[in-house]
Structures are given as C-alpha cells and as structure tokens.
C-alpha cells in the first residue's frame, strides 16, 4: 500500500534487499552488521536474500496490479545496505577471531587464489587481500544481480553503499549505478551502540569544506548515474541549517541522480533511534519530521536540486581519477584496516575538495589515461595544477571555493556558504551582515540561515510569490549537554514539549519589481499562516525585519497582489 500511495502522488521508490533483519535466518545473528559481515562470504546467506527477494518483488501488488519488479515506481536496487569489506570494522578481517566468519573468508579467499594459480599464504600480504576483495565484491555483486535477473527483475542495481575509498572504484565500475551514503554530526556513542552518553561535533561544516559530502560524490564513477540514498546534517548540531544550501547546490552543481534525505520519520515506536515514542517525543539525531530546523531546509534541497536553481556543472570541464590495478600496491590503499590511518585509503581531499569547483568524476582501467589525473599523483606532495574554471575560485587551502558558475561559495574563516541563482538566493549569516545578488541581511543579532526563492517559476526580481526563510535553531526542552573541545556530550533526549527556538532577528531586503501591491505574512513550519508582518518598500526593495519572537515564525511568504 505504501508503494501505491506514493506511486499515486508521483514519489519514485528505492529498496536495499538486505538493510537489518535479522530473523529468517536459519541461524541467529547478534545484529545487522553480524548478518552483513556473513552475507558477503556465505553463498547460503546470499541464497536466503535472494528468496527473501522472490518474496518481495515478485508477487502482484493488489493495489497497484502489478509485481514491484515490473512496477515502474520502483527505479532502482541496492543489494546489501552498507556493506564495504574495506573498513576498520574486524568482522571483514582475515585471519579473524570468529571461527565461523575465518572459516568462511578463508574458503572463499582460499578459492580466489586457486583460481589464478598462487600460493595460499597462512596470511595475505595487504596488498594481495585488497586485491581479493576487489574482485570478490564484483563476484558477489554479479552472482546476485544475476539471480535476481533470472527472476525478470529489471531495474539498476548497485553495492557498496558507504565508504569512499579510492581503490574501490573498481567494483563501483563494475556496478549498474553508484550509490553512497554520509553524514554530518553522526553521533558516537561512547559505551553501547545508540546509547547514552553520545559525542557529537557543533562546528560548522564549512571549516572543512563539507568534506564528507564531497569525499562521497567524487565516489561516482564517469558516465554512470549517482545517486546518495543516505544523508542528514544531524540534529542537536547548531549549524544543520547549512545542509539544505549545502547539498541542494552540490547535488544539482554535480548533476547526481537522486538524493535521499535519512530520514523523515522511520523508527518512531523505537525511542533510542530517533523520533517519537509514547510519552511524547524528543528531537533525535535523524528524524526530519519532528524537527522544524531541517524540514524547511527541505524546501531549499527542493527548488534548488529539483526545480534546478543551480546550474549544473559543464561536462567539458570535468576533473577526473582513473585508479588501476596496479594503486593497490600504494601503502595508503592498503591502510584501510587501521583505525589512525584508515584515512588514508580515502579519496584525497586534492581531489574531492573539487566538488564545489568543477564536475568531478573517478574510473577505472589498467592504466592511466590521457587528460586523467592518478592516484599517486593525487596522493603526492606535489601540489594539483588545477586550471581557472569560469568564474570559479579554487583555494582550499585558504578555505575559499566558488564553483565555476559563480553560483555557490564556500568560506571557511568566516563559517558562510553562499548561493545565488536568478530564481532562489541564500547564505549562512555569521556576523551581522551578508547578501547575495537581490538579497540582503543586515542587523542580525547571531547565527542564522537567510533563504528567498520564487515560488512562481518567474526570477526572484519579478516573482509574485516568493518563500524567505530565516532559520535560527531549536533544540529540545531538557536535553542534557556538556563540552569537551569542538565536540559536544548528549546524555539524553529532551522532550518535545516545548521545543526551545532561538530567539533571532536580522533585516532582510529583497530586491522585487513584480506587479501589484505587496503582503507579508509569517507562516508555521507546515505552511500556515499566522499573522501580518510590517515591512516598507522603496525602489522595488521591500525591507521587514524577520524576528523569531514574533509568532515564533521562521518562514514568511510575500505575495504581490495585482
């Protein structure tokens, strides 16, 4: 019903075939990551997903009269959720203290070698092992995807879902599309998993660049559709309101496929995930529909991703990194395994820093090709030439990128992110003053978000219905915090009632010639309205001052009147 519903209103769908059961099994696992840390070397393990499959997308849907494989709704397939074999994590590890796991890896490492005709050592040699891994996940990838054709499904299908290691473009190559997944502010909790007490960062994710959000889309692979089916900038950080700037731009800067915000609302009858439970709620890490903050940064992601504010980067200046073979003797690739060092088998920040610059992209192939950068090229001491981009400005070492449209702008000193399109404009307002084209803040009492964008289709300059938003923060009532550096200690939820809002004001202006005489009204987080706001208007610039203590309102509407 579900499917139907949202088939019904338009609404595409996406699965992962294995996320986190962990019953209907012929044996019981501990946990999600127990069953996924099996399932990559246990071909019985696979098996039971893939009749768990036949179950699920090949029986007719009475609602909508068809098996979901033959359905159109759904457009794509993410096999294991999260399951790269490249981590710190030990349960991938060889030899590996599970008898039943090593036994299990062995055989299949143990069959790889035979197959190309070399000596089993009693331990691999790093390199020999990403080696096997790499080809053991193209194995399991097409093993899988085999079978789920034979069952006449059609629809893409990819792996590998996390993580952004350089050496794994390889299977991501092999992969009908790539997807990925990542997190601002994820919290660690620092005894049992989702548990109290949980460390979380409140930095802004200006000063590094948004690096996780570029480290995973410069993961695609060359003329292979991206999508990120997992994202959020995790509540209670103070600076979430850059996520919807943030993303929105970069997405439709780098033209991915598809991006999924994690989540709207998911475990709600589950209080140590994320949204509601019984006694009345808490503002949780994830859960977009109990906080105010992120689901109006929804409407930025909206008109800037999907109506297509921003202009997508041009394809002819594409930056990319092909990895071969031969990257896996590199000692940084082979360093995935060690908890200090992991990093280092990442995709280097020489090149995803480049997301916000110019169209990024990696590949795959036995050598190097012309006009391609490599990895130990990448990797080296010797700086990246990278050539003057449009109206772009590349200097990540001084914290300053424009993306070579001009539209977006990063600042790292000064905590901003800045976007400007002739339909939308917004910015991270620091100090008391930022703006953009028509656009402007002025008189700001602290940290805020300040967005406009024409609801109309028409520019910003000749819109008769424009959306603005000023997003201060809200935090639960309760909630307990304490310091250590740039991080912050949570050790419980707070509660929902009420919800704490910042109190905030700053004098913005638009700069709008359309027809008709105007009004401005402040509207809650759902689009209601709830009341008149005083503003002036003087040479096509309508000027009010956007205060939190009136209405409690963060978002207001003007409308011009013919």
């Given at each position: 019903y579900l499917v139907y519903a949202m088939k019904k209103r338009g609404i595409y769908v996406t699965l992962d075939l294995y996320s986190?059961?962990?019953?209907?099994?012929?044996?019981k696992f501990r946990n999600m990551f127990d069953v996924k840390s099996r399932m990559v070397f246990s071909a019985t393990l696979r098996g039971n997903l893939m009749?768990?499959?036949?179950?699920?997308?090949t029986p007719v849907n009475p609602y909508t009269g068809l098996a979901l494989k033959d359905d159109p709704a759904l457009i794509f397939i993410g096999l294991i959720n999260e399951d790269p074999m490249m981590t710190v994590h030990e349960q991938y590890q060889y030899p590996n203290s599970d008898p039943v796991r090593h036994r299990a890896i062995r055989e299949n490492f143990e069959s790889w070698c035979a197959a190309r005709k070399i000596p089993v050592p009693a331990k691999p040699d790093r390199e020999l092992y990403v080696r096997f891994l790499n080809d053991h996940h193209i194995?399991?990838?097409?093993?899988?995807?085999?079978?789920l054709r034979k069952m006449g499904v059609r629809q893409m299908t990819s792996d590998i879902s996390c993580t952004a290691n350089s050496i794994t473009a390889i299977p991501r190559?092999?992969?009908?599309?790539?997807?990925n997944h990542f997190y601002f502010s994820h919290p660690e909790a620092l005894g049992n998993a989702w548990s109290f007490p949980s460390r979380y960062s409140d930095e802004s994710m200006t000063t590094v660049l948004f690096d996780n959000m570029t480290r995973v889309v410069a993961s695609r692979i060359k003329d292979k559709p991206m999508t990120i089916t997992e994202f959020n900038f995790c509540a209670p950080n103070a600076y979430r309101h850059e996520g919807g700037l943030a993303m929105g731009s970069l997405a439709a800067f780098q033209n991915l496929g598809g991006i999924f915000v994690f989540d709207y609302a998911g475990y709600s009858y589950k209080t140590r995930w994320n949204t509601l439970n019984r006694t009345g709620g808490h503002l949780g890490w994830f859960g977009v529909f109990v906080d105010p903050i992120r689901l109006l940064t929804q409407r930025i992601l909206a008109l800037l991703y999907l109506r297509g504010d921003v202009k997508q980067a041009p394809a002819s200046e594409q930056e990319l990194l092909t990895i071969t073979p031969e990257d896996?003797?590199?000692p940084q690739v082979q360093n995935y395994s060690f908890f200090r060092?992991?990093?280092?088998?990442?995709?280097?920040?020489?090149?995803?820093?480049?997301?916000f610059y110019t169209k990024i992209a990696m590949d795959s192939a036995d050598r190097v090709p012309s006009g391609s950068r490599s990895l130990r090229e990448v990797l080296s001491d010797t700086p990246v030439r990278i050539p003057r981009r449009g109206k772009g400005i590349y200097l990540p070492e001084q914290g300053k990128i424009v993306s070579s449209t001009g539209e977006i702008g990063i600042e790292a000193r000064t905590k901003t992110i800045r976007v400007v399109t002739p339909k939308s404009e917004g910015f991270t307002v620091t100090g008391n003053h930022a703006e953009g084209n028509r656009l402007r803040a002025s008189k700001s009492s602290g940290l805020c978000l300040v967005f406009a964008g024409s609801l109309d289709g028409n520019s910003l300059a000749e819109s008769s219905r424009v959306l603005?938003?000023?997003?201060?923060?809200?935090?639960?009532?309760?909630?307990?915090?304490?310091s250590l550096g740039k991080f912050r200690i949570a050790y419980n939820w707070g509660n929902m009632d009420p919800y704490l809002l910042r109190k905030g004001n700053v004098k913005i202006s638009l700069e709008n010639r359309g027809k008709g005489s105007v009004r401005l009204r402040a509207l809650d987080v759902n689009g209601a309205i709830l009341g008149e706001v005083p503003f002036r208007?003087?040479?096509?610039?309508?000027?009010f001052t956007a205060d939190t203590g009136l209405y409690g309102a963060m978002a207001y509407e003007l409308l011009r009147i013919p």
């Open positions: 986190i059961h962990t019953t209907g099994f012929p044996e009749n768990f499959a036949r179950t699920m997308l194995r399991i990838y097409r093993e899988m995807t085999d079978s190559k092999t992969f009908d599309y790539v997807d896996c003797k590199l060092l992991a990093k280092d088998a990442e995709i280097p920040a020489k090149f995803h820093t480049l997301a603005i938003l000023h997003l201060t923060d809200i935090q639960a009532t309760g909630r307990k915090i304490t208007e003087s040479d096509g610039v309508v000027t």
